[in-house]
């Protein structure tokens, strides 16, 4: 953010909680309203800004509600706005607002999220410029989640040097992990980075239901690429650590899965939400994650080949790297990990080889002269 500047200052708090497996932020606006609300005012103080948009995920109608209670008792008490002046006998002031969103879950992407509290249609944005130069009509713009600003009052209470000996030194902190799916204690856990994924299912989460083994588990909510359920040993729920086992942090959801899922109608629901989400701005996920889905379904009804696997992987390849905001990573991650580290499961679900012509094989997604529908086995 700019020290100095003509125009007015913003933060956003992002408490778009739409990531499949996520459920962490809904904790903190139930049970730690004022705590965020602390945080939120101490940012708005650092950087200068007069005015904060708390920005909350439509279908939580409850934790909106809670979280209005909240800043109406903060507004009461003369902790927020006008009345900030004599309270705390300074010239600063400061306004929080909730905005409510309308289901979409692209924005829960930055530049997004600033056009649908601007009240445009949910696009992202190209950048540059970036959100702190030019972001809410125009204006310098900070945004962070609702799990980093509610930290911020604890880091002031008892400073960095206490905060930076929590967990991994290059990842310091807490993390709220929520965990989900085949589990005995479902729930969000406040934990140190650093702690074993391990330790997370079975010490804390209390283990998989029938003593079964763990088929695949999800670390960072449903964008993230999978992982084996015989490959978790020593991998650390930090940046550094999931980034060398090949995934990453993500929100912190962690989704449990046993040795009877169905790996293949899990994958095909995922994609179905994607595909449901995007926005349609790009050409390579508009198109490409409705190709991900029909593949899916068509192997779904048992009409499936080798050649759909390399496709759906030919397929998330394209869609990767070539769209404007990460919905497209969030589309191809899960499918492109899940059939290259899984492929000996997709291999015995397919139901036969089929051969193409040349002049027909699909070899990406460029070639879309006909419909994917059209493709006969």
């Known amino acids: 953010m700019p020290k100095t500047t003509d125009k007015p200052k913003y933060l956003c708090v992002n408490g778009d909680e739409s990531e499949p497996g996520s459920f962490k932020d809904r904790q903190v606006l139930e049970f730690n309203p004022h705590q965020l609300i602390e945080g939120t005012l101490i940012t708005c103080y650092a950087i200068g800004a007069k005015v ?20 109406d008792e903060a507004y009461a ?13 300074t ?52 945004i962070n989640n ?80 999978p992982l084996r359920g015989d490959k978790l040993e020593g991998i650390k729920m930090d940046t550094e650590s999931l980034k060398e086992a090949g995934s990453a942090i993500g929100t912190g959801g962690v989704i449990v899965m046993d040795e009877d899922t169905d790996l293949v109608k899990v994958l095909a629901r995922i994609s179905k939400f994607y595909y449901h989400e995007s926005c349609g701005q790009c050409t390579p996920c508009r198109e490409g994650t409705s190709w991900l889905v029909r593949i899916l379904n068509r192997i779904l009804d048992g009409n499936g080949s080798s050649h759909d ?8 390849t394209n869609i990767e790297g070539n769209t404007i905001c990460a919905l497209g990573e969030a589309a191809a991650w899960p499918v492109r990990f899940m059939i290259t580290r899984f492929r000996d499961y997709f291999e015995q679900r397919v139901s036969k080889e089929i051969t193409l012509p040349v002049k027909n094989k699909v070899h990406s997604m460029r070639n879309t002269a006909f419909p994917l529908a059209d493709i006969k086995d």
Not at 53 to 69: C, D, M, N, S
Not at 129 to 139: E, I, S, T
Not at 200 to 219: R, S
């Open 146 to 225: 609702v799990e980093t600003i509610a930290n911020v009052p604890k880091i002031i209470e008892k400073g960095w040097e206490w905060y930076s000996k929590i967990g991994e030194p290059k990842h310091p902190g807490t993390i709220l992990f929520g965990v989900s799916g085949h589990i005995n204690k479902p729930g969000v856990y406040e934990l140190p980075t650093g702690t074993l994924l391990t330790d997370i299912i079975y010490k804390y989460a209390g283990g998989v239901p029938g003593d079964k083994k763990i088929l695949c588990v999800i670390p960072g909510g449903s964008s993230m690429p």
């Open 52 to 71: 904060a948009y708390v920005y909350i995920r439509g279908e939580y109608h409850k934790w909106i509600k809670l979280f209005q209670t909240a800043l």
């Open 91 to 142: 010239d600063f002031s400061c306004e929080v607002y909730i905005h409510k969103g309308a289901g979409a879950y692209i924005c829960g992407e930055e530049s997004s999220l600033m056009n649908s509290i601007e009240g445009h249609r949910g696009y992202p944005r190209v950048k540059p410029p970036f959100p702190a130069q030019n972001g809410l009509w125009g204006c310098p713009t900070t």
């Open 309 to 316: 696997l390399d496709m759906l992987i030919d397929v998330a």
């Open 77 to 89: 008490s003369g902790f927020i706005g006008e009345k900030m002046k004599d309270t705390f006998k």
